[in-house]
């Protein structure tokens, strides 16, 4: 599976959109890319994935770019329920679901 | 849908007793996993089943622990012997589908082990 990268934190105000991003430039091309956030205390939260095209759910939109190196969570709306650890990971057949240190996101008031 | 529940949610056990979590997943759910969640850290994967098949486990999983899923529903963790480092939260996972790679994991909210 692709190793990813992301930032270990990032700040939002409320009501604005959040960017996430991720790098994942070892990913392959059967690899779909996936995105779970984590609320303090509870289990992992699938937000949505894809695998070349764009995505979007009553969630989350996912931008994937062409070369699919790198991908962005977009969260249009951020209120303070969107605090939480962001996971961004790769995943094809045959493998887990391997999470990383993921992206502290804090939604200020 | 009720989610996956997991049972207890809280567990206190001293250092070389023996505990078991139960694992109950979406009904219709043909894939169950477990994974371990240390503080800080990320979930890190334990085994797998699908149906009632054990199909894999993780170089993390040492003798004392095992799972079983009997009749492919629900599906227990039990670690023998416990020691201090077990403590963790254990999060058991289920999805449906033919094809992985391409499936939605649902989480339950897990079950917190502290080892005195």
């Known amino acids: 599976d692709a190793k990813t990268t992301q930032p270990p934190s990032m700040d939002c105000a409320e009501g604005r959109a959040a960017n996430l991003p991720c790098n994942h430039s070892t990913i392959s091309g059967n690899e779909y890319v996936y995105w779970y956030r984590q609320i303090h205390s509870q289990g992992p939260q699938y937000i949505i994935h894809g695998l070349k095209n764009n995505e979007t759910n009553e969630m989350a939109s996912l931008i994937i770019t062409e070369d699919r190196k790198s991908s962005t969570l977009i969260l249009p709306h951020a209120t303070l329920r969107d605090t939480a650890v962001y996971y961004c990971m790769g995943l094809s057949a045959g493998n887990m679901l391997t999470f990383g240190g993921g992206t502290r996101l804090m939604v200020k008031p | 849908d009720t989610g996956v529940s997991q049972n207890p949610r809280h567990k206190i056990t001293k250092r070389g007793q023996n505990v078991t979590f139960r694992c109950d997943p979406i009904?219709?759910?043909?894939?169950l996993y477990w994974y371990r969640q240390t503080l800080g850290q990320g979930p890190e994967f334990l085994t797998y089943?699908?149906?009632?098949?054990?199909?894999?486990k993780s170089r993390l999983l040492s003798d004392r622990f095992s799972a079983e899923r009997p009749k492919g529903s629900f599906s227990t963790l039990e670690i023998q012997r416990t020691e201090q480092g077990d403590s963790a939260m254990y999060l058991c996972a289920s999805s449906w589908g033919s094809s992985r790679g391409n499936e939605k994991l649902f989480f339950g909210s897990g079950t917190q082990l502290s080892v005195l």
């Open positions: 009904s219709e759910h043909n894939r």
């Open positions: 089943f699908q149906n009632e098949a054990q199909l894999e």
